[in-house]
């Protein structure tokens, strides 16, 4: 198994844990420092091992730590919702990852590169459908115009298919998943990839819950040093359209927008933000909007972008043949980096 994430041992007894996990020189958790009942490590090799499981005794196993707290309460409901609850299989509760520490998976198979100037940024943005067709994604990731991206935001994925990615394709990154989907009971969330070195990264939790499933969204954000310069990036993945308010994306931007307030270089925010009119919002904020312009990402809609500031635009597109590899159209952008002088007159 690639970096031997599944190769810990975990006894359970009753709703406790007990496990050994080896080390990982490749495919490691990040140690943040959490305080916690359960050790990171402990925590992770706990929430692989319960994703085989019955959703009840999944619920039962989660340690209240990161566990959300509605997963695990019992309601009387009427005879009615208990029938459309079992028509209606897709709706169940999310096990949703609230610890912003953990999981955390940071990996680096990118060759070591020298510090140099590095005048334009290539930026990728892929919603790879829950991650279930990784050799597909590859595929389309190496042609051209999205291969030798300095930025790939990633969304719905699991470790394994951000490890699989990131070593076919040499890069490193980082992913901190921000729940276990109902439907595949497999790790959901955002990931970073790229070519130039990680200097710190994070789990971003964005406000609001959505409808019927009760899920949590997040961003991961990462500092890049990206030739002589360090970049600030966030992969995203707003709530749908029928889960919160167009307001509630806003609000879940702005969250954004605030945890990039004090970066005083280039920043970067890409992903899928189920929403057009997501776009003025940023803009007003101070950030580009680069792909504004490229056309549908998914059937009839445009949902998925790429934001900057303190960059310019270059050239931006959405490639059309992923060959059965995602519902979704990757987006791609160029940018040039703008001079501090020149940052006071970047559109609005």
């Not at 359970?12 to 420092?33: I, M």
């Not at 899928?272 to 776009?279: K, L, P």
């Not at 500031?309 to 931006?316: D, M």
């Amino acid at each position: 198994m690639p970096g031997d994430y599944l190769s810990g041992k975990v006894t359970l007894k009753g709703c406790k844990a007990q496990r050994s996990l080896p080390v990982r020189p490749k495919h490691q958790l990040h140690d943040a420092g959490a305080e916690t009942a359960f050790t990171i490590k402990e925590q992770d090799a706990l929430v692989l091992h319960i994703h085989m499981k019955s959703p009840e005794k999944r619920r039962c196993m989660i340690p209240a730590v990161i566990r959300q707290p509605k997963a695990h309460r019992a309601f009387r409901v009427p005879a009615v919702t208990m029938l459309l609850g079992l028509m209606l299989p897709g709706c169940t509760h999310t096990t949703n990852l609230l610890n912003p520490t953990t999981p955390a998976f940071l990996g680096s198979y990118a060759a070591t590169v020298d510090s140099v100037d590095v005048g334009e940024l290539r930026v990728v943005s892929f919603n790879v459908k829950l991650g279930r067709n990784i050799p597909g994604a590859i595929s389309v990731l190496e042609k051209s115009p999205l291969a030798g991206a300095d930025v790939i935001a990633l969304q719905e994925m699991d470790e394994v298919g951000v490890e699989r990615i990131a070593r076919a394709m040499k890069l490193n990154y980082a992913y901190y998943p921000g729940s276990i989907h109902p439907t595949d009971d497999r790790y959901f969330g955002p990931a970073l990839l790229t070519r130039w070195p990680i200097e710190r990264s994070w789990k971003l939790i964005l406000p609001h819950e959505g409808r019927i499933r009760h899920q949590k969204r997040t961003a991961t954000g990462a500092i890049l040093r990206i030739g002589n310069r360090r970049v600030l990036a966030y992969a995203v993945h707003l709530e749908t359209q029928m889960k919160i308010s167009e307001q509630g994306r806003r609000d879940q931007v702005q969250t954004i927008i605030d945890d990039a307030a004090h970066f005083p270089g280039p920043i970067v925010i890409a992903g899928d933000f189920n929403s057009e009119g997501i776009g003025p919002f940023l803009v007003r904020h101070g950030y580009r909007w680069l792909t504004e312009r490229v056309g549908p990402s998914i059937t009839v809609f445009s949902w998925d972008h790429i934001f900057v500031r303190g960059l310019e635009a270059r050239q931006a597109g959405v490639m059309h043949d992923v060959r059965g590899a995602s519902d979704h159209k990757p987006v791609w952008a160029l940018a040039a980096r703008v001079e501090p002088a020149a940052l006071g007159s970047a559109s609005r």
